[in-house]
């Protein structure tokens, strides 16, 4: 079945350690996302890619970072994680549907902790 | 800032009962999205209604959008236990409708 897949689905890592989160599609969709959720609140938009564009939201702090080699596959790095970056991280996809909306499609999340 | 702002925060029902939840957002929107999610999983999407539309069915899910109020609500008809689960409505925006913007959740408990 088509679907996205996200690698490893729990992550423990030290604080400051770099630390990468992956994410791979077999729905061949041009747009992924990650985001990022904490604790009984909303997933909260990192940033996306729209094919090879990387488009960053204004409040994503520097320490993230994402690669994008091919449709497939993106990576979500955290620099140095600190305490506050624990949280389940979600990757998205969606296929570019002008005018019809844009339905996601998400991975089952990697829970990050930070000790 | 957060487009969405979902009501009520929690709900408790019983099984068999019928589960609203509504969601209020602040621009103007292109579509409107509700998405399930199970404890500790990705989110699901469970329907969209474009700006245009004022109602929309899928099997037990109903799910209204009035843009002079900009606000919608999901109805789920004669909940189960496995509708057990946080329910989240999506906006896009005007200028980038492949964005979405998550309301806060309603977390809605099906008791058998």
């Known amino acids: 079945d088509a679907m996205v897949i996200q690698n490893p689905r729990y992550q423990v890592t030290q604080f400051g350690k770099p630390v990468t989160l992956s994410c791979s599609q077999t729905?061949?969709?041009?747009?992924m996302y990650w985001y990022q959720q904490k604790s009984s609140q909303a997933p909260k938009l990192l940033f996306h890619?729209?094919?090879?564009?990387?488009?960053n939201e204004a409040d994503t702090p520097d320490n993230f970072q994402s690669r994008r080699p091919n449709t497939s596959f993106c990576f979500l790095d955290i620099r140095s994680p600190g305490l506050g970056d624990a949280a389940m991280y979600l990757c998205?996809?969606?296929?570019?549907?002008?005018?019809?909306?844009?339905?996601?499609?998400f991975g089952p999340g990697t829970r990050l902790t930070v000790t | 800032s957060q487009q969405g702002e979902e009501d009520p925060q929690a709900l408790s029902i019983q099984e068999g009962e019928n589960a609203t939840m509504n969601c209020s957002y602040k621009?103007?929107?292109?579509?409107l999205q509700w998405y399930r999610q199970n404890s500790g999983r990705g989110l699901v999407h469970l329907i969209l209604?474009?700006?245009?539309?004022r109602e929309k069915h899928s099997g037990r899910l109903r799910v209204t959008l009035d843009t002079s109020k900009k606000s919608s609500s999901l109805l789920i008809t004669a909940s189960r236990a496995a509708d057990t689960a946080s329910y989240f409505c999506?906006?896009?925006?005007?200028?980038?409708?492949?964005?979405?913007?998550f309301g806060s959740g309603t977390r809605l408990l099906v008791r058998p």
């Open positions: 998205a996809t969606s296929r570019d549907l002008p005018g019809q909306g844009y339905e996601q499609y």
């Open positions: 729905l061949n969709h041009n747009v």
């Open positions: 890619y729209y094919d090879k564009d990387f488009n």
């Open positions: 621009t103007s929107i292109n579509n």
């Open positions: 209604i474009r700006s245009n539309e």
């Open positions: 999506a906006t896009d925006g005007m200028d980038s409708s492949y964005k979405l913007i």
